[in-house]
């Protein structure tokens, strides 16, 4: 099988961290993969690493520019015949609307990963709530094949009436088995892994510990990533006087040296689909004290999570508190590997060339 996949950007998160494993995956499985995306990023260089053929589309940028992106979706058009594929698998909202667009004529297969859906971001105004909802439900009819690596998108998808218009599945980002435990250590550290972008409120994370610290003096921050926000989150702590006790670790590989560091795993943000650095951290038998925003799969809700309310500043420092303080072994626990995922992706393009 030859299948195209596109992304908006290349800059490492969860998404670009989805197609890679995908693409090995299935590449590894004896199918044709390449990559198509807009905005530079690590994803282009792990990608060639891995002899996965990947190419930039000009124009295609994460903002809505309409000039800009009538160019992408030609120059998108293009790329996809030129590799004759029998699937084109989109993933991201603007990625997702363009290969729809461009490939509505076409009788090549089309299937839309969502990694998140952008209108549940509780932060974002109504009217824009409006706009994104409007969207993603119009463009539903034009994929052979819709996947949601969150549950709750599913969920919210299907109550508006979306498995009346196509296939819908719940498939969860996969990630490898830790393959030796990680001791909790004594220190009161919280942490959390993730890009430095505003629907990760990380400023929330900053002001919750700053109260943690009048409770436990010792507690420590670590926040491994890089992203927009890293100048303006690190002025934040030195204007609530915790510069001394945060440490902001930039972008790293070792996602096991830094988990072993940490004795409570922090998720603040207000939009997700199924972030890995929360699956690893849960694999990985941290304590996770998470925003309850629908990330989480049922089956990992149960001893050493603690979900909180979104907006419920008392309840996240309470949760931080009794992290670092009360909490004791944590049993581990792995959702899916990244070849059953792939697996399950496999199946939706072969059931989509059905249709």
């Not at 969860?14 to 905005?39: F, K, S, T």
Request: net charge neutral; with cysteine; hydrophobic share 45%.
């Amino acid at each position: 099988m030859k299948i195209v996949q596109v992304i908006t950007s290349a800059e490492w998160g969860g998404a670009q961290r989805h197609v890679y494993d995908l693409c090995r995956e299935l590449r590894q499985m004896g199918h044709d993969a390449i990559v198509l995306y807009g905005v530079e990023g690590r994803l282009h260089e792990l990608l060639v690493e891995a002899n996965t053929p990947v190419y930039q589309v000009p124009w295609l940028t994460r903002n809505i520019r309409p000039l800009h992106d009538i160019r992408a979706l030609s120059a998108i058009r293009r790329q996809i015949e030129a590799f004759d594929p029998d699937i084109v698998h989109a993933h991201s909202p603007k990625a997702g609307v363009l290969v729809r667009m461009a490939m509505r004529k076409s009788s090549v297969s089309v299937i839309y990963t969502i990694h998140g859906l952008a209108y549940l971001d509780s932060r974002m105004p109504s009217w824009k709530k409006f706009v994104y909802r409007t969207i993603e439900w119009k463009m539903l009819p034009f994929a052979q094949g819709t996947i949601a690596v969150s549950q709750r998108d599913l969920d919210d998808l299907i109550g508006r009436g979306g498995n009346n218009v196509t296939h819908l599945v719940h498939i969860p980002n996969g990630i490898e088995p830790f393959s030796q435990s990680i001791p909790l250590p004594d220190a009161p550290v919280i942490g959390t892994i993730t890009r430095l972008a505003p629907q990760k409120a990380l400023d929330v994370l900053l002001t919750a510990v700053a109260e943690v610290r009048q409770v436990v003096p010792n507690v420590q921050l670590i926040v491994v990533g890089d992203g927009p926000l890293r100048i303006q989150l690190e002025h934040q702590a030195r204007e609530l006087g915790i510069d001394d006790i945060t440490w902001f670790a930039g972008f790293q590989t070792n996602v096991v040296e830094w988990l072993a560091r940490m004795r409570v795993f922090a998720l603040t943000s207000v939009k997700e689909g199924m972030p890995y650095a929360l699956l690893e951290a849960i694999a990985s038998g941290r304590v996770v004290v998470a925003n309850d925003i629908g990330t989480l799969p049922e089956n990992l809700k149960d001893e050493g999570v603690i979900t909180v309310p979104i907006g419920d500043r008392e309840a996240l420092i309470r949760g931080l508190i009794k992290g670092v303080t009360e909490h004791g072994s944590i049993p581990t626990r792995v959702v899916t590997t990244p070849h059953a995922m792939a697996k399950q992706v496999l199946e939706v393009y072969r059931q989509a060339l059905e249709i």
